[in-house]
T-cell receptor
Framework: AQRVTQPEKLLSVFKGAPVELKCNYSYSGSPELFWYVQYSRQRLQLLLR??SRESIKGFTADLNKGETSFHLKKPFAQEEDSAMYYC???????????????FGAGTRLAVHP | DSGVTQTPKHLITATGQRVTLRCSPRSGDLSVYWYQQSLDQGLQFLIQYYNGEERAKGNILERFSAQQFPDLHSELNLSSLELGDSALYFC??????????????FGSGTRLTVV
């Protein structure tokens, strides 16, 4: 079954510390993975797409097919990074041929001064 | 502004009532998705429409229904409301029938409070 697992509900760090938000997926095909960020229960904003290999606001994420992971990393956390982060998987197989985003449960990142 | 417009932003209503939430997708997007986000739960996928047709159904209650109109805007109808229906309801849109390489674009949500 297609599944996205974010094992941590809450990640609490101090400003300047490195951050790693974990995301593991289960998918038999070739996945497309995304990270979304939600500040204070506002709209979800696309943060990263693995296919574009970009870095946004200092965050990066590498797709590791061997470990089926797409962890989100930032070397030095800032207070404004405090938000809810959702990992999402898109795949064509088993969705009737149409890619549908499957979201993880989300991880709340709290960055303390 | 993401380009996905949701109205109203806030809604307070009594139990047993019926409400309609509206979503206009980003220009050019044919798919509309509805999600529910409660305080104690993550994003729950409700339903997807693509170019006027229902494409996928998630955990949508029978008291809830949706449709997508010829101009591609969508409405989510919630009836016989219960206290537990209080949540943020998000609409998202995408270009094609799925997320492809671009993911979804989300609206700002409608905050529904049932009292």
């Amino acid at each position: 079954a297609q599944r996205v697992t974010q094992p941590e509900k809450l990640l609490s760090v101090f400003k300047g510390a490195p951050v790693e938000l974990k995301c593991n997926y289960s998918y038999s095909g070739s996945p497309e993975l995304f990270w979304y960020v939600q500040y204070s229960r506002q709209r979800l904003q696309l943060l990263l797409r693995h296919i574009s290999r970009e870095s946004i606001k200092g965050f990066t994420a590498d797709l590791n097919k061997g470990e089926t992971s797409f962890h989100l990393k930032k070397p030095f956390a800032q207070e404004e990074d405090s938000a809810m982060y959702y990992c999402a998987l898109s795949g064509a197989l088993h969705f009737g041929g149409y890619n549908k985003l499957i979201f993880g449960a989300g991880t709340r990142l709290a960055v303390h001064p | 502004d993401s380009g996905v417009t949701q109205t109203p932003k806030h809604l307070i209503t009594a139990t047993g009532q019926r409400v309609t939430l509206r979503c206009s997708p980003r220009s050019g997007d044919l798919s509309v998705y509805w999600y529910q986000q409660s305080l104690d739960q993550g994003l729950q996928f409700l339903i997807q429409y693509y170019n006027g047709e229902e494409r996928a159904k998630g955990n949508i209650l029978e008291r809830f229904s949706a449709q997508q109109f010829p101009d591609l805007h969508s409405e989510l109808n919630l009836s016989s409301l219960e206290l537990g229906d209080s949540a943020l309801y998000f609409c998202a849109s995408s270009v094609g029938a799925g997320a492809a390489n671009y993911g979804y674009t989300f609206g700002s949500g409608t905050r529904l409070t049932v009292v």
